[in-house]
C-alpha cells in the first residue's frame, strides 16, 4: 500500500492558516476602534479567551460545513458552496454573540469585518486550493491506483481521472487476464498501489472476489466499487435503518420538500425579473438586430425540449444558424458551417441563452439545473444511460453544474463525455442546495466574460 505521509500534516497546516487569519482580522478591528484600550493589559486578556471562543467556534462548524474533507477530486464549485456556508453560518453566530455579549471585541462594525474576513479567507484558501492543484498536476502528492475488470463505468472514470491531472492519481495497468494472487500482491507492492477500483458489474465469481477484497484488506490496499453506468439503483434508494437492520428506501431529493422548492422558485422569478427589466429589454434590441443584419430568418429559435417530468415546453433561444432542416436533428459538431458570424459569438458568451428567462418566468425552466436537450438526443441516450430520466427530476435550467465544469459540446469521445455530463446531472439532483446554485450563477457570469472555449 502506498503511504500518506503528509496529509494530515497538511490540514492542520491549512486550519493554522485559517485561525491566523481570523485572529488578525479581529484583532485588526478590536484596536482600530478601541485606541484608549491598546495598552490596557487586562483587557487583553479577557479578549484571548474571546478568540479562543471564536476559533472553538470555528473549529465546531467545520464538523457540519466539512471544509476541512477536502477529497482530492473536490471540485471549485462544491469547494466554494462549502466556504460560503460555512461563512455565512459563522458570521450569523458572530453577530448573535455580539447582540447578546457587552464584550467590545464581538462588536465591532460588523458589515466591514464580515467583508474583510470573507475577502481575506476567500483568497487563502483559494491560493490554498489552487496551489495544491497545481502540486498535484505536476505529479507529486499524488495517489497510486490501478482497475480490475474493465468496462464502460471504468472507462468514464478513467477518461476523468487521466484529463484532470489535478486530482492526483496516477494509474496502473494490470496486464493479466487471471487473478493470481501472489502476481497480484507483487503488483501491489511493486507499484505501491493505495487505491484498487472495481466494477460492481465484473466478471469475477464470487471466490474470486471475495479473495480479492481479503488480500485489498491484509495489504491495506483502499477499495472502491464503481455503479454500472447503465443502472440508477445507486440513485434511486439511500441507505437507513430500522434498529439494527439496514433497509433501502426510496430517495427523496432536497427539491422534492416544498420549503426548497419554493425558495428556488421565488428566487427564479425575482431574478428572472431583474435581469429581463434592467439587461434583457436594452440587450434583446441590439441582439436582434445583429441576427437580423447578419442572415435571413427570425430573430428566434423556437424548439421543443424536455422539462420537469417530462412535459414537453418550447425552448426559446437566439437564432445562432442559419435556417436549415437538421436544427432539431443534428447537434452542433467543429466548425459547424450552419453557424453564422453573429451566431458564434452568442454561443461563445451564452447570450444565445438569454431569451430563456422568459421560459423561466412561465415555470417551465429554473436559473440552474440540467440543461434541456434536443428532444431527438434525449430520445437516444435515455435507453442507453440508466440514470438519464434522473435529470427530469428537477426543472431544466439555463445554466448548471454540468456546463460551469466544462461538460458541454460534443469534442473527444460523445459516448463518454454525455455519461459525464449525466453523472454531473445527477450529482445535482441529489446534493441541491441554495448555496450551490449561487455558487454554480456566479460561475456562469465569469464564463459569459471570459468566454467559454467549449462552447461551440
Not at 88 to 111: C, P, Q
Not at 283 to 298: R, T, W
Not at 407 to 434: H, P, Q, T
Request: hydrophobic share 45%.
Amino acid at each position: 500500500m502506498q503511504r500518506i505521509r503528509y496529509s494530515r500534516y497538511l490540514k492542520s497546516i491549512i486550519i493554522l492558516l485559517d485561525l491566523l487569519v481570523i485572529a488578525s482580522i479581529f484583532i485588526f478591528f478590536f484596536v482600530s476602534r478601541n485606541q484608549n484600550l491598546k495598552y490596557n493589559q487586562e483587557t487583553w486578556y479577557q479578549n484571548v479567551f474571546s478568540l479562543v471562543l471564536l476559533f472553538l467556534f470555528w473549529m465546531l462548524l467545520s464538523g457540519r460545513t466539512r471544509i476541512y474533507n477536502i477529497p482530492r477530486n473536490l471540485t471549485y464549485t462544491l469547494f466554494l458552496e462549502r466556504l460560503l456556508v460555512h461563512f455565512l453560518l459563522f458570521i450569523l453566530g458572530v453577530l448573535l454573540i455580539g447582540k447578546v455579549s457587552y464584550n467590545v471585541f464581538f462588536n465591532s462594525d460588523i458589515y466591514w469585518l464580515s467583508f474583510y474576513l470573507f475577502f481575506f479567507i476567500f483568497l487563502t484558501k483559494s491560493l490554498i486550493y489552487f496551489g495544491i492543484k497545481y502540486v498535484r498536476s505536476l505529479g507529486i502528492n499524488h495517489r497510486n491506483i490501478m482497475f480490475l475488470h474493465e468496462d464502460s463505468s471504468t472507462e468514464v472514470l478513467k477518461n476523468i481521472l487521466t484529463e484532470r491531472r489535478d486530482y492526483g492519481y496516477k494509474i496502473f495497468e494490470y496486464k493479466n487476464p487471471e487473478i493470481k494472487p501472489e502476481e497480484l500482491i507483487e503488483f501491489w507492492k511493486t507499484n505501491g498501489i493505495h487505491t484498487l477500483f472495481i466494477p460492481i458489474e465484473n466478471s469475477f465469481n464470487e471466490k474470486t472476489e471475495k479473495e480479492i477484497f481479503k488480500l485489498a484488506e491484509a495489504n491495506k490496499v483502499h477499495i472502491s466499487l464503481i455503479p454500472s453506468i447503465t443502472q440508477s439503483d445507486f440513485f434511486l434508494y439511500d441507505m437507513g435503518y430500522i434498529q439494527t437492520q439496514p433497509v433501502l428506501n426510496q430517495a427523496k431529493y432536497p427539491l422534492d420538500y416544498y420549503s426548497n422548492f419554493l425558495l428556488k422558485r421565488i428566487f427564479d422569478i425575482v431574478f428572472s425579473s431583474i435581469i429581463l427589466v434592467c439587461i434583457c429589454s436594452w440587450l434583446f434590441p441590439l441582439i436582434a438586430i445583429l441576427i437580423k443584419s447578419s442572415s435571413k430568418g427570425p430573430v428566434f429559435f423556437i424548439q421543443k425540449r424536455y422539462g420537469f417530468h417530462e412535459e414537453v415546453f418550447d425552448c426559446i433561444k437566439f437564432r445562432t444558424m442559419v435556417v436549415n432542416n437538421e436544427s432539431s436533428t443534428k447537434t452542433t459538431s467543429e466548425n459547424d458551417s450552419r453557424i453564422t458570424r453573429i451566431g458564434k459569438f452568442l454561443r461563445k458568451t451564452s447570450l444565445d441563452e438569454m431569451p430563456q428567462f422568459l421560459n423561466v418566468l412561465k415555470g417551465e425552466m429554473s436559473i440552474v439545473g440540467p440543461r434541456p436537450h434536443m428532444l431527438a438526443v434525449d430520445n437516444y441516450y435515455k435507453p442507453k444511460i440508466g440514470r438519464y430520466s434522473l435529470r427530469s427530476m428537477v426543472s431544466p435550467g439555463i445554466t448548471g453544474l454540468a456546463q460551469v465544469n466544462g461538460l458541454r459540446g460534443d469534442a473527444g469521445d460523445v459516448e463518454v463525455e454525455m455519461n459525464k455530463r449525466v453523472l454531473a446531472d445527477a450529482f445535482y439532483v441529489r446534493n441541491w442546495s441554495f448555496v450551490l446554485d449561487l455558487v454554480i450563477i456566479l460561475k456562469t457570469v465569469l464564463l459569459v466574460i471570459t468566454g467559454d472555449k467549449n462552447a461551440k
